[in-house]
């Protein structure tokens, strides 16, 4: 039961915060609306997707979404079309959207929209430079262009202030751990953020150094004989399903105390993050950077949000 959970929490990472990394265009077939005309039947095939049309205040064209689509509350109540690599391809089409947005790495999606004839954007996700580049797109593809610019604005000077604030402070060492079999007492497999991945340039940008420099390796599995190497000052662990497993915080953390010798231990430095957000590269990616900026830097005086 445990192994399954690892392997479906790496699943939900690989699929969400797109580990793969493999920039693509945005989709050229858009086709040229008349005047007063814009698309009305939208379906998101990814939660940052549709998180980005709910800021947008896109929300009432939605007419289908992702079973991982669970935020804001109201994206619950929209119609489910499957997952991200399995969707309902019938229950796509019986939606007669007439415009789909999907992720670079969902070919198996693009190719049987192309089939039928159907429009389909493509939003990337990879880095915070794609969240804004897509926040952009979706924007002027449905005249939200004034709100997305403010919507950007907004983004770009809380990413600024944390630079800024953190700029001539000390890097910690960070690992975050994105997928394990939780409250055993012990720790086995542990898989982290790499090196120039999603949550490596959020290390970075919130004032810290990622202990995980492994090359071509996005999320390795480590030892806890390499976590006792690599000896971070500070453990975030991404438990997103940790309340579903009848697990509260003090379980998770104390799964660490296998590891006495490592700084993050010592030092009582071990965070638990259970938010959806947290592994969603969508437009609440800010609120994770803010969190994570004042876990790193507990010396900063912030100020209260």
Request: glycine fraction near 6%; hydrophobic fraction near 45%; charged fraction near 25%.
């Amino acid at each position: 039961m445990k192994k399954h959970y690892i392997i479906i929490t790496i699943i939900f990472i690989v699929l969400v915060a797109s580990l793969i990394y493999k920039k693509a265009p945005v989709n050229s077939d858009l086709p040229i609306l008349e005047d007063g005309k814009t698309y009305n039947r939208i379906i998101s095939l990814s939660p940052n997707i549709t998180e980005i049309l709910f800021e947008l205040g896109l929300e009432n064209k939605i007419v289908g979404v992702t079973n991982y689509c669970t935020y804001p509350e109201a994206a619950k109540k929209i119609a489910k079309i499957g997952g991200y690599f399995d969707p309902n391809f019938e229950a796509i089409v019986s939606l007669k959207p007439d415009l789909v947005l999907i992720l670079p790495e969902q070919e198996n999606v693009k190719q049987f929209l192309a089939e039928l004839n159907l429009q389909y954007l493509i939003i990337n996700n990879k880095t915070v430079s794609d969240i804004f580049a897509g926040i952009k797109t979706i924007g002027n593809t449905f005249e939200k262009a004034k709100l997305a610019k403010n919507l950007l604005f907004s983004l770009k000077s809380r990413l600024e202030k944390i630079k800024g604030e953190t700029k001539n402070s000390d890097r910690p060492g960070v690992l975050i751990s994105v997928g394990r079999a939780l409250g055993t007492g012990g720790l086995a497999d542990v898989y982290a953020a790499g090196k120039d991945t999603y949550f490596d340039e959020l290390i970075k940008l919130a004032g810290a150094k990622n202990v995980v420099e492994i090359n071509n390796i996005a999320y390795p599995l480590l030892s806890a004989e390499g976590i006792i190497y690599l000896n971070p000052d500070i453990i975030v662990d991404f438990a997103t399903d940790f309340e579903k497993q009848n697990l509260d915080e003090y379980q998770v953390i104390n799964d660490w105390d296998a590891l006495p010798d490592v700084n993050a231990v010592k030092n009582h430095r071990i965070y638990v993050r259970g938010q959806s957000y947290a592994v969603i590269p969508g437009p609440r990616f800010i609120i994770l950077l803010e969190d994570m900026a004042q876990i790193f830097h507990p010396e900063i005086e912030w100020e209260e949000k």
